[in-house]
């Protein structure tokens, strides 16, 4: 699909979020190994989360789908059966990350696979500590790369320090401990995005926290009925829309806000950004607001260290909130994002010097100068949603038409994002 848009006078209104990615891919996998029937609300009906539920499904998880809600009639963590098929992941890195700590040391044999995007992403990170564990697995290149196949194996103990900041990594090993029969002890670098310790520990996982540390012991998992908030990676692309438009008004509601997945807030308000907050309420643990935001004179600013996986997936937006701010935004120790559904370095700074933007490309992020100007062109989405919808956002303001190749790109984490773009513009 290709999209030809352009800048609108007033961007206004008043609109709802959809659902976040990484808790409903959470929500279903973790009611489907435990044991009773489970409600999720408002789930994420995007393909990335689509492809969890079939990889369940194959596994013989007895799973229902009834408009923006899913029920889950888990029978327990050992409970899941050998597939006839290989378990196809589509684009989704939390599938195929999350799923290996699943059926890592499992009796039966299964694989894991994907699209052209997945069989290029890095595996053996996961592949590595669970083989420490005990579990059998192998995959191409050197066992970095799906397909993924798991042949048994018994799960024992771990003792680890992850090698980068990665909640996918992080979440493969919790849910392998919880089948080990000695427990596991991991270490984070940096804090990543906590959903599944928060999820688990609500279903009776045995999980301690100790700053960077986290201990799983094996444990049984009991369902439990999940209303999911609205994701804030994707609320970010209005947010930045509202901050960076002459003429802007932007309601957005039930926005999630853990506070290891917010850190764009922090870095808007500190750009200068025209930003309030209502109406803070709590789902099953994860709390969420409201958020008002309006045109703003924003300042460039620098985002480095431990705050990168705070933001990690909001750093393509971000780049285009650079464009428009004062000064310059620098953006370091964000290697991972090469590591993503594209390379989102280079692919963010080729796009945006093609449009005239002022951009540096560094190994490990990119150093922007505010011009507030940009210029059209046609550009490719890659595959990948975050791109696309950069791009989207980016038609807003641009001098000339943008023009997005492979458009339909964000129907993984968004699949009403044009629409709403449609109806916030005039
Ligand atoms: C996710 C974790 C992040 C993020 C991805 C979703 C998750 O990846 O980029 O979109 O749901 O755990 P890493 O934690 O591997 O960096």
Same mark, same amino acid.
């Given at each position: ?163 980068? +900041?990665?909640?996918?990594?992080? @979440?493969?090993?919790?849910?392998? =401990?919880?089948?080990?029969?000695? =427990? ?22 045995? #999980? ?23 994701? #804030? ?6 947010? #930045? ?28 308000? $500190? ?43 909001? #750093? ?5 909130? +650079? ?56 550009? @490719?989405?890659?595959?990948?949603? $975050?791109?696309?919808?950069?791009? =989207? ?15 339909? +790109? ?17």
């Amino acid at each position: 699909m290709k999209f030809t848009l352009n800048s609108v006078s007033s961007l206004r209104g008043d609109i709802n979020i959809p659902a976040d990615k990484s808790l409903s891919h959470r929500a279903v996998m973790f009611n489907s190994i435990a044991s009773g029937k489970a409600k999720i609300s408002n789930f994420l009906m995007g393909e990335d989360c689509l492809s969890t539920i079939d990889v369940l499904s194959k596994l013989g998880v007895e799973i229902q789908v009834e408009n923006n809600s899913v029920y889950t009639y888990g029978k327990g963590l050992e409970s899941l059966n050998k597939p006839n098929d290989t378990l196809y992941v589509g684009n989704s890195g939390t599938t195929i990350r999350l799923m290996s700590g699943v059926l890592a040391g499992r009796k039966f044999k299964s694989i894991l696979d994907g699209d052209s995007s997945i069989r290029k992403r890095p595996m053996k990170r996961i592949i590595d500590p669970l083989t420490m564990m005990g579990a059998n697995i192998s995959a191409n290149n050197n066992n970095d790369n799906a397909p993924i196949l798991f042949d048994g194996g018994t799960l024992t103990s771990l003792d680890y320090d992850l090698p980068v +900041a990665s909640a996918q990594l992080k @979440s493969a090993l919790i849910l392998a =401990g919880l089948r080990s029969n000695d =427990g596991i002890t991991i270490r984070e670098k940096a804090v990543s995005r906590d959903h599944t310790e928060r999820l688990l520990s609500a279903m009776g996982a045995k #999980i301690t926290i100790n700053n960077l540390e986290i201990k799983v012991s094996s444990s049984d998992l009991f369902a439990r009925d999940i209303i999911i908030p609205g994701d #804030i990676s994707s609320a970010s692309f209005w947010l #930045i829309a509202g901050a960076i438009h002459k003429n802007s008004d932007i309601y957005i509601r039930n926005v999630g806000i853990n506070e290891t997945r917010s850190r764009i807030i922090s870095v808007l308000k $500190r750009m200068g950004a025209n930003m309030t907050f209502y109406n803070e309420v709590d789902y099953s643990g994860e709390p969420a607001c409201d958020m008002n935001i309006k045109t703003s004179n924003l300042k460039g600013t620098t985002i480095s260290g431990a705050e990168i996986p705070l933001l990690i997936d909001e #750093i393509p937006i971000i780049a285009l909130a +650079a464009v428009s701010a004062e000064g310059e935004t620098k953006i370091i120790d964000a290697k991972e994002l090469r590591y993503k559904e594209s390379d989102r370095i280079s692919l963010t700074v080729n796009w945006m010097k093609s449009a005239g933007a002022q951009i540096q490309e560094l190994d490990d992020g990119m150093i922007i100068t505010g011009t507030g100007n940009l210029n059209g062109g046609t550009f @490719s989405s890659h595959g990948d949603h $975050r791109l696309a919808m950069t791009l =989207g956002i980016a038609s807003l303001i641009s001098n000339n038409n943008i023009t997005i190749d492979n458009a339909e +790109a964000s129907n993984v984490s968004y699949p009403s994002f044009w629409d709403t773009l449609k109806n916030l513009g005039e």
